[in-house]
């Protein structure tokens, strides 16, 4: 697998393109993967995608799409053309949905290409709760909805899932170790816990079986951005030591 470098996925989440190329500028060198979500997407558009790429850093499109099968692979195409070295979709879109995304991306970047991007699914959103759940007719506790929907993504042919560190036993127990699992809500020591509820280090993370880590305000909050992420990565290169 990767090093650590590759490993950190630094959140973008900035309004705009001035402030995203004050990140960018710093960063590249210490993070390996700038995520892109839908409020910069929607505001700067590919612009910003480039704008990563070309200080070195590469994109992960994180506008979960969730539409007809049709509409998701053609999206998904686009996605690939950006460049993106990973991209994600809603698990609850359903199999066919994925498999008809992972299909369109095997025909025209198959599997083995170093430019194919990493297909991700959102199991269940974190912000979601079983009455969340219940408000929309799913009657099942989180806890099976989420090694649930990985199942299908992993049988749809997608690589991996984002889900919280606390979730990862639950995943890897369905669909084994050939399977990346990207979690948000992390916090080293040196941060603020900020809105994050449930909150794993960086080391436990990855000890946890995490194959990649969403980390934004620890490093953009920094005084020294690119020294919080060096002592992230450091923290990370320790524990993928062990
Ligand atoms: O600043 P912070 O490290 O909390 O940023 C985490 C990033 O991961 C944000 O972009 C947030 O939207 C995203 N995220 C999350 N929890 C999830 C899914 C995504 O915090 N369950």
Same mark, same amino acid.
């Given at each position: 697998?990767?090093?650590?470098?590759?490993?950190?996925?630094?959140?973008?989440? #900035?309004?705009?393109?001035?402030?995203?190329?004050?990140?960018?500028?710093?960063? *590249?060198?210490?993070?390996?993967?700038?995520?892109?979500?839908?409020?910069?997407?929607?505001?700067?558009? *590919?612009? #910003? +995608?480039?704008?990563?790429?070309?200080?070195?850093?590469?994109?992960?499109?994180?506008?979960?799409?969730?539409?007809?099968?049709?509409?998701?692979?053609?999206?998904?195409?686009?996605?690939?053309?950006?460049? @993106?070295?990973?991209?994600?979709?809603?698990?609850?879109?359903?199999?066919?949905?994925?498999?008809?995304?992972?299909?369109?991306?095997?025909?025209?970047?198959?599997?083995?290409?170093?430019?194919?991007?990493?297909?991700?699914?959102?199991?269940?959103?974190?912000?979601?709760?079983?009455?969340?759940?219940? /408000?929309?007719?799913?009657?099942?506790?989180?806890?099976?909805? +989420?090694?649930?929907?990985?199942?299908?993504?992993?049988?749809?042919?997608?690589?991996? @899932? @984002?889900?919280?560190?606390?979730?990862?036993?639950?995943?890897?127990?369905?669909?084994?170790?050939?399977?990346?699992?990207?979690?948000?809500? +992390?916090?080293?020591?040196?941060?603020? /816990?900020?809105?994050?509820?449930?909150?794993?280090?960086?080391?436990?993370?990855?000890?946890?079986?995490?194959?990649?880590?969403?980390?934004?305000?620890?490093?953009?909050?920094?005084?020294?951005?690119?020294?919080?992420?060096?002592?992230?990565? /450091?923290?990370?290169?320790?524990?993928?030591?062990?």
């Amino acid at each position: 697998m990767n090093s650590a470098r590759q490993r950190l996925i630094f959140a973008l989440d #900035v309004d705009n393109l001035a402030d995203a190329r004050g990140l960018d500028d710093r960063l *590249p060198g210490h993070v390996g993967v700038f995520k892109i979500g839908k409020q910069l997407f929607t505001r700067c558009g *590919p612009e #910003v +995608v480039r704008l990563v790429q070309e200080r070195g850093g590469e994109g992960f499109l994180d506008l979960k799409y969730h539409d007809i099968p049709n509409t998701v692979a053609m999206a998904g195409l686009e996605a690939l053309r950006l460049g @993106v070295r990973m991209f994600n979709v809603h698990a609850l879109g359903g199999f066919e949905m994925m498999a008809k995304l992972v299909a369109a991306v095997d025909e025209v970047c198959p599997r083995g290409n170093p430019d194919r991007p990493i297909l991700l699914a959102v199991t269940t959103l974190t912000s979601s709760t079983e009455e969340t759940l219940r /408000q929309v007719g799913i009657d099942r506790p989180i806890s099976v909805m +989420v090694p649930k929907l990985a199942r299908l993504a992993k049988d749809a042919g997608m690589d991996g @899932v @984002v889900a919280s560190p606390q979730e990862v036993g639950l995943i890897r127990d369905v669909c084994g170790d050939d399977f990346l699992v990207v979690t948000p809500g +992390v916090r080293p020591a040196f941060a603020s /816990q900020d809105d994050q509820q449930r909150i794993t280090t960086p080391a436990d993370a990855l000890r946890s079986g995490a194959d990649y880590l969403v980390i934004g305000r620890p490093i953009s909050a920094a005084a020294d951005p690119a020294l919080a992420a060096d002592m992230i990565l /450091q923290e990370m290169q320790d524990a993928l030591a062990e």
